[in-house]
């Protein structure tokens, strides 16, 4: 799902790294990099929003989930982490 979202040659390997951590820390950065070469996808926004929700850093989480969903307004997924995100603040 996510290679079909990867516009540019330069992010497709550094969303792809985020996946590959099992420790959180290089994911989020590996994720924040990919959002600094295109914040325009909602793919992007989401799984470092995940990052966040698995830190506890529910702010930030709620924060990404929200320019997730400005981008893609009819995920339900979305919406539903956007709402547990706000719920734990």
């Known amino acids: 799902m996510w290679q079909a979202t990867c516009k540019v040659a330069a992010e497709r390997p ?3 790294a985020g996946w590959s951590f099992i420790i959180w820390g290089p994911a989020k950065e590996q ?3 990919t959002l600094l070469l295109d914040g325009s996808v909602a793919t992007y926004h ?3 929003g995940e990052v966040l929700i698995v830190e506890e850093d529910w702010a930030a989480a709620a924060a990404e989930f929200t320019a997730a969903l400005l981008l893609d ?3 339900a997924d979305y919406r539903a982490r956007l709402k ?3 719920s734990r603040k």
């Open 73 to 75: 307004v009819d995920n």
């Open 46 to 48: 989401a799984a470092l």
């Open 14 to 16: 550094a969303f792809a």
């Open 31 to 33: 994720f924040t990099r």
């Open 84 to 86: 547990e995100a706000r």
